[in-house]
């Protein structure tokens, strides 16, 4: 049984709250409220988010704040932050929504299927990035353990076939956002989205390859000897 992706929605209104959870319940997801940023930054302490929603205009703690401590924390610092704003100050605002590490930057009111959709991407990556680091984990504990047999090498080469199998039909949907990305001329938030995948992507690519047989360091093939 798949385990839900966990979503962190911090708004400190209750109605917005109400409303993001409306637009994301088709997703069949678990959705988390915060109501501020101390209460969003006490969330991450113990769950594992795939994506956070984050309203920027929060009294206290305010967005921008809040996603500076969430980036200063290993255990968190790669989740991707959607800002959500209802006040649109103009291009620096948006800057400096980047450069407090937000992957997108959505002004209110905005189309809810749109919300949705760029939700949807980082859930399936999330969701993607767990199956393979659990099947790697898996694998390499066979490895370790010294499955030299023909049969365990034989589930060992099977198993490798199909992580490799795998992250490749993500590789390819990948590549189709970018092309799609380049016919569109999309805005800088669409560019940034897609940049994050890949280097997700890049990330697991290279831990597969390294699970290779005759894998050295770094996932480079070691040459047979003679």
Avoid at 18 to 33: K, N
Avoid at 159 to 184: M, N, P, T, Y
Wanted: charged letters at 25%.
């Amino acid at each position: 049984m798949v385990q839900k992706a966990k979503i962190l929605l911090v708004d400190d209104r209750p109605e917005n709250l109400l409303a993001l959870e409306a637009i994301l319940s088709a997703l069949d997801q678990t959705l988390v409220r915060a109501s501020s940023g101390e209460e969003a930054l006490k969330a991450l302490l113990t769950d594992d988010f795939a994506v956070i929603l984050l309203d920027v205009q929060m009294p206290g703690m305010d967005g921008f704040e809040t996603a500076a401590h969430i980036k200063r924390r290993e255990r968190t610092r790669d989740i991707p932050i959607i800002f959500l704003t209802a006040i649109n100050h103009g291009p620096h605002h948006t800057f400096r929504g980047y450069a407090a590490g937000a992957v997108d930057y959505i002004s209110k009111p905005f189309d809810p299927w749109v919300l949705r959709a760029k939700v949807s991407v980082f859930v399936e990556l999330y969701m993607k990035n767990c199956q393979l680091r659990e099947q790697a984990a898996l694998l390499r504990l066979q490895l370790e353990g010294g499955a030299k047999g023909a049969v365990g090498g034989k589930e060992s080469a099977g198993l490798l076939a199909e992580l490799s199998a795998r992250l490749a039909a993500v590789e390819e949907q990948a590549e189709a956002l970018s092309k799609q990305l380049d016919d569109d001329s999309a805005d800088a938030a669409a560019v940034a989205t897609a940049a994050h995948l890949e280097r997700k992507l890049t990330g697991l690519r290279r831990a597969l390859d390294a699970l290779e047989p005759g894998a050295g360091p770094g996932g480079s093939t070691v040459p047979a000897q003679n």
